[in-house]
């Protein structure tokens, strides 16, 4: 098969050259000799020093023993600062405290992006404000946390020192105290060892966790409830969130596995467009029935009326035919020849029976102008109340239908037990007149009865009733 193979694929399986002859070295390298052979050291050991003559070994520091001895020459550099700024801290002389002491209020954790505006919003509800001074980082210019607010008068900065520590602004509570560096003597602020908080303590143990000052509470008790309330709600609106977008999702991966094909959609809609269209026009059939009973109540009562009136025309142009004269006496002539005139009271009715004919036909008008412009102004609104109030309708329908039932049911069901009583009541009856004499009915044979039920016409007696 391979003399078939074209040359570039022979070549691949053309074997390689052969490997050249060399010829073997002398020696191996282990196998030649050194001149000079390896030895040990004791040849220079006369030239090491003596040991009583080498200084002490050195200790070094170890990473955890540098670490401390940082930390006490960092502790020893900020003591020696604080004693520094001590020295030259002076609140009364301070360029940026100004204004009345007593009437201005500390105001710590803020949040960062809480503007001035804002304090002041939130503050002004517990009096008039005169100057917010809020405390700035000089080197970037970001705010610190904490601001200090001077009030017009000094009961307003007790309201707000009592009732505004705790306060939540803008997600974060504030603590709220008395500017304490120029009213109690021998104060020192938080940086230069000073300070009122409990939240540096020491450990977890002993810090404080909560918001505001140590000797108040941390905010009232109904605050407290609703922001528990406020929370409740926040966590069952998001659940509720998440079961539907679950739902949503749920529906969409349905719709995904089981896809509904155009012709089924069309038939559907098909479906639900005849439904409309037969509720349509059931709507408007009991629109027109009320329409036509309504027409043919108003004929009715139009007839009665005007036949009402016939009758007492009718009545009016007797009377004076049938007077109290004797029957020998001739009717006077005048009676006679002259035609009777129409009374005036008649026509005053016929007149009130126009009128009255008129009134109606503009209220049917008016009915159907109306009935007009409430389905020319019925919106989807209108229809869906429609639609609520037939199928209750409807339902109420079933309901009496389904109650009447019930009722003719236990009806029929007494008629037939009122049947089965009579039937063995006049089985028994029947059986006492066999048993009794046959004279009796013999008696009662030869009477005459009234009537075609003779024995002679070929019909037999009635048994007896049961009083008989």
């Known amino acids: 098969m391979t003399q078939f193979l074209p040359p570039n694929l022979l070549a691949l399986f053309a074997p390689r050259d052969p490997v050249p002859f060399l010829p073997p070295l002398e020696k191996l390298p282990h196998e030649k000799h050194h001149s000079q052979p390896y030895s040990g050291i004791a040849r220079f050991v006369s030239h090491f020093e003596d040991p009583r003559d080498a200084p002490p070994p050195t200790r070094a520091e170890t990473r955890e023993e540098r ?64 100057r917010i001074y809020m405390v700035y980082n000089k080197r970037t210019g970001k705010p610190r946390g904490y601001a200090f607010i001077e009030y017009e008068h000094e009961r307003d900065m007790h309201s707000a ?48 966790k909560h918001s505001g000052r140590d000797d108040a509470p941390r905010y009232d008790e109904r605050d407290r409830d609703r922001e528990r309330d406020r929370d409740r709600r926040e966590l069952s609106e998001r659940s509720r969130e998440r079961d539907k977008e679950r739902e949503r999702r749920r529906s969409r991966s349905r719709e995904r596995r ?11 809609r098909k479906v639900h467009n005849s439904r409309e269209r037969s509720r349509e026009k059931d709507k408007d059939k009991d629109r027109d029935r009320k329409r036509r009973s309504r027409s043919r109540d108003r004929k009715r009562e139009r007839d009665r009326d005007r036949d009402k009136d016939k009758k007492e025309e009718r009545t009016d ?14 009717p006077p002539v005048e009676a006679v020849c002259e035609p009777v005139e129409p009374k005036p009271e008649s026509e005053e009715k016929n007149r009130e029976r126009g009128e009255r004919d008129r009134e109606r036909d503009r209220d049917k008008e008016r009915d159907r102008d109306r009935d007009r412009d409430r389905d020319r102004r019925r919106s989807h609104r209108d229809r869906d109340k429609d639609k609520d109030r037939d199928r209750d309708r409807r339902r109420d329908r079933d309901r009496d239908r389904d109650r009447d039932h019930k009722r003719d049911r236990d009806r029929d069901r007494d008629r037939d037990r009122n049947k089965e009583a009579d039937k063995l009541q006049d089985n028994g009856a029947s059986e006492q007149f066999e048993e009794g004499s046959l004279d009796l009915y013999i008696d009662l044979e030869s009477q005459p009865a009234e009537g075609y039920m003779l024995p002679e016409n070929g019909y037999q007696m009635e048994p007896p009733a049961e009083g008989y």
């Open 67 to 130: 670490m401390e001895r940082k930390r006490r020459e960092k502790i020893e550099r900020r003591q020696q600062e604080v004693e520094n700024e001590l020295k030259m801290w002076d609140p009364h002389n301070d360029p940026n405290a100004q204004g009345d002491a007593f009437k201005t209020l500390f105001v710590a954790r803020v949040n960062y992006d809480t503007t001035e505006s804002k304090l002041r919003r939130e503050f002004e509800v517990y009096g008039p404000i005169k």
């Open 161 to 208: 020192y009592k009732h505004a520590d705790g306060k939540k602004i803008d997600g974060r509570r504030v603590l709220v105290d008395v500017e304490r560096g120029r009213t109690v003597k021998g104060w020192r602020p938080r940086r230069l060892g000073g300070g009122l908080g409990g939240t540096r303590r020491g450990g977890a143990d002993v810090n404080i």
């Open 258 to 268: 089981r896809p509904r094909s155009r012709s089924r959609e069309k038939e559907e």
């Open 317 to 330: 142009v007797e009377q004076p035919e049938a007077g109290d004269a004797p029957h020998n006496d001739p």
